[in-house]
């Protein structure tokens, strides 16, 4: 008995999702998405704030920290942790099992003042150089066009990176999150530089997820219960006002 006890405390210590000894759920989080998701440990942002309340709810501990995108990434497929903030595309459907949609990305096209151009779809990006965040998906019909060579992809590390290319005029336009991008060119005084086109590059479902392998549905279904209540109780709405409607906490 005292075996077993001890196998079981053991593998729960190398066991990011294990219940039994009560250890937080680790999910990990992009570190330089603002006002999404930012910051190291903890990691700060509406995504990181509602994945916790969203697990509280439902009686699980969890730390939300952040990384470097693409290290969120290969932490995610070994199994180390549950990624927050993630799209959904066929390669990555393969490898992740997901929760429930948690907030709707809308992606503009944006340019330096002055440059627009007509836009409505991917065939418009047509021999232009895209300033995009590195190891990002921006979903399936955006990444199928970069597999195929419709536009030239620039990878730069974050969207404030991108924006300063574009400005700077080594860029043709970037693809950026609308609300992302508001509080980027306020603080940065740049409202004059640069101005979105009308028509939506994507719009993007956001999910928690963890890697197959470790077939943790019934972890996500804790998380799915957790955010249905944050929907009923109202708090989840509150929550999206705060961060996105009220005072700009992406400086904090």
């Known amino acids: 008995m005292k075996k077993t006890l001890l196998l079981t405390v053991m593998l729960c210590a190398a066991w990011p999702f294990c219940s039994a000894a009560e250890n937080p759920v680790r999910v990990a989080v992009d570190a330089a998405y603002p006002p999404y998701m930012y910051g190291t440990e903890p990691a700060k942002g509406l995504y990181a704030d509602i994945i916790r309340m969203a697990f509280s709810l439902s009686g699980r501990p969890v730390t939300v920290a952040g990384y470097p995108w693409k290290r969120v990434l290969e932490l995610g497929r070994q199994g180390e942790v549950a990624i927050g903030g993630i799209?959904?595309?066929?390669?990555?459907?393969?490898?992740?099992?997901?929760?429930?949609?948690?907030?709707?990305?809308?992606?503009?096209?944006?340019?330096?003042?002055?440059?627009?151009?007509?836009?409505?779809?991917?065939?418009?990006?047509?021999?232009?150089?895209?300033?995009?965040?590195?190891?990002?998906?921006?979903?399936?019909?955006?990444?199928?066009?970069?597999?195929?060579?419709?536009?030239?992809?620039?990878?730069?590390?974050?969207?404030?990176?991108?924006?300063?290319?574009?400005?700077?005029?080594?860029?043709?336009?970037?693809?950026?999150?609308?609300?992302?991008?508001q509080q980027i060119v306020k603080r940065e005084n740049w409202e004059n530089e640069v101005d979105t086109l009308a028509f939506p590059a994507a719009v993007n479902s956001v999910h928690l997820v963890v890697a197959k392998h470790l077939q943790q549905i019934r972890l996500l279904d804790r998380f799915n219960q957790g955010l249905a209540e944050m929907k009923a109780n109202g708090s989840y709405t509150r929550l999206i006002d705060r961060y996105l409607h009220g005072k700009d906490l992406s400086s904090q």
């Not at 809308?106 to 995009?132: E, P, Q």
């Not at 419709?150 to 990176?161: G, L, Y």
Request: hydrophobic content about 40%; some cysteine.
């Open 87 to 181: 799209y959904q595309n066929p390669s990555r459907m393969a490898v992740f099992d997901y929760s429930m949609p948690f907030y709707l990305e809308t992606l503009k096209v944006c340019v330096k003042a002055g440059h627009g151009f007509a836009f409505r779809g991917m065939v418009d990006l047509n021999g232009k150089r895209v300033g995009i965040n590195r190891g990002w998906s921006y979903g399936e019909v955006f990444d199928s066009a970069r597999r195929e060579g419709v536009f030239i992809a620039e990878e730069a590390a974050d969207n404030q990176a991108n924006l300063r290319k574009l400005i700077l005029g080594r860029v043709d336009c970037i693809i950026i999150d609308e609300i992302s991008l």
